[in-house]
């Protein structure tokens, strides 16, 4: 495996007296799609949100163990501050959440919370390069001050990937970003995951086994709380390990 | 354990009784040629030769299966396997039976000849090939990867008995040179039937392929020496 961008040691996580995530261990290479597989409840989304600390903000919520950025403690008293985590590690989720603000004011509000760019010229450049690499640009070129709600569902997650790249981050979160998606939106997401790749490292969480094997380098498992099995992802799909990842992907699970 | 999904399982399972139809044909078409061979019986002959599109038919039937179950259901991990190795093993098979209909064919030409001694040899060849055909087919169809695994070893005796009657066949061709036409065509069958051999062996890899998603490694040494003899190699 490449460099480890991010790593996990023993992270669990506690929802109230509910044990959700239990001591997973796994390094996130650098550069590379890492996708997240499992049923229902497996905790692979919780898995994620610790990630960026996203479960901070859910009442009942414990963390505990090492969450890892470069190396340097992601929780605890030497973390990384959050607002700066979130700003190196982005998120997109499952359904588009483009703010009601104009296409630019979508892409322009990271670098504006974190004064990466000056207002004008240097801003339009910031929000032009994020549509482009979101590969939304050439569709809403000529309307940046329409509201971004206003575009379709395919557009607005693009929307969201811009969004989330403009303050160029060095990870991105995905949610199950294409379940709201048709197959012609979630293709474009595809290969816009493909791209993004070369300047990012991705996780992504998804519940269809095509779409993990199309995008991603390397696979996790999940089930009941425990990371089953990781590994390339072609050897996951073509000659999986472990006994339960080939129920599952196979559909012949429960 | 079955699929959630019951309609796969049913495809699945007609792939494999496609195969499994398929393979017992091709025993039946290999059994008949060495019969046909030793009783110099040119009817059952004919029949063999005849019978052989059936094989091809089955062949097709798992081509069409293949490219559905590929297309519909997007198999993975074990189902791929099954699926990619269907395809490939429904191959072999073609080819088995098509080597047994070719040696059948040959029959006819030995039949309005006289007889020539090698043949016993040349029958002890083609059984020795028939039960390697049959048990490595077996252990496809019953997943038994370490079974698939140590029959390739039977394919060196196959090899070892083709090599002595290559060297016998040609023995009697230089001691009577009126026997030169007959022990031609022996010639031919003993090839054919050490390919059996080679395909038997394919099968055995893709048993051991499907079950355990593991190609096997190493090469397995040629003991197969008649493409030497009567060349100086010392």
């Known amino acids: ?254 | 354990m079955p699929h959630i999904v019951k309609s796969f399982d049913a495809e699945l399972r007609r792939l494999e009784e496609g195969l499994a139809r398929m393979g017992g044909l091709a025993e039946t078409q290999l059994a008949a040629a060495i019969e046909a061979l030793e009783n110099r019986d040119s009817d059952l002959a004919a029949r063999v030769m005849h019978d052989d599109s059936r094989v091809d038919a089955g062949e097709s039937f798992i081509n069409e299966q293949t490219v559905k179950v590929l297309a519909l259901r997007a198999p993975v991990a074990d189902d791929l396997r099954t699926v990619v190795a269907a395809l490939k093993v429904s191959g072999e098979i073609e080819r088995i039976a098509d080597l047994a209909a070719n040696a059948a064919k040959r029959s006819l030409v030995l039949n309005q000849l006289p007889p020539v001694a090698p043949m016993r040899s040349l029958i002890r060849l083609g059984r020795l090939a028939l039960e390697l055909v049959k048990d490595v087919l077996d252990s496809y169809l019953s997943h038994d990867a370490e079974r698939a695994l140590s029959l390739r070893e039977r394919d060196q005796e196959l090899d070892d008995v083709y090599s002595a009657l290559f060297r016998e066949i040609l023995t009697y061709m230089m001691e009577d040179p009126r026997t030169i036409t007959p022990c031609s065509h022996l010639m031919f069958i003993a090839k054919n039937l050490e390919r059996i051999g080679d395909h038997a062996t394919n099968i055995a890899e893709l048993a051991y392929y499907r079950v355990t998603g593991k190609t096997v490694a190493e090469e397995r040494t040629k003991k197969d020496v008649s493409s030497f003899i009567g060349a100086d190699l010392s």
């Open chain 1, 1 to 254: 495996m490449p460099d480890a961008k991010m790593t996990t040691r023993r992270l669990a996580v506690h929802y109230g007296g509910k044990l959700a995530l239990k001591e997973v261990d796994l390094d996130i290479p650098a550069g590379d799609v890492t996708a997240l597989i499992g049923p229902s409840g497996c905790g692979k989304s919780t898995f994620l949100r610790c990630l960026n600390r996203m479960n901070d903000t859910v009442e009942g919520a414990r963390v505990s163990g090492e969450v890892t950025l470069d190396g340097k403690p992601v929780y605890g008293p030497d973390g990384i501050d959050p607002v700066l985590l979130r700003a190196r590690v982005g998120m997109v989720f499952q359904r588009p959440n483009p703010f009601p603000k104009s296409i630019y004011d979508n892409v322009a509000f990271g670098p504006r919370l974190h004064g990466l760019a000056a207002e004008g010229e240097e801003m339009d450049r910031v929000v032009r390069s994020g549509l482009e690499r979101a590969g939304l640009w050439a569709e809403v070129k000529d309307r940046l001050h329409e509201k971004g709600t206003g575009i379709s569902g395919g557009q607005q997650q693009r929307l969201c990937i811009a969004r989330a790249i403009a303050i160029e981050p060095e990870v991105i979160l995905m949610d199950e970003p294409c379940s709201a998606l048709d197959p012609i939106a979630t293709a474009k997401i595809e290969e816009l995951i493909d791209e993004l790749r070369e300047n990012f490292t991705i996780v992504i969480v998804t519940h269809s086994m095509q779409q993990a094997a199309r995008v991603s380098q390397f696979t996790a498992f999940f089930h009941l709380g425990q990371i089953i099995e990781v590994g390339a992802t072609e050897q996951v799909f073509t000659a999986p390990r472990n006994e339960l990842t080939q129920g599952y992907i196979t559909g012949r699970f429960g």
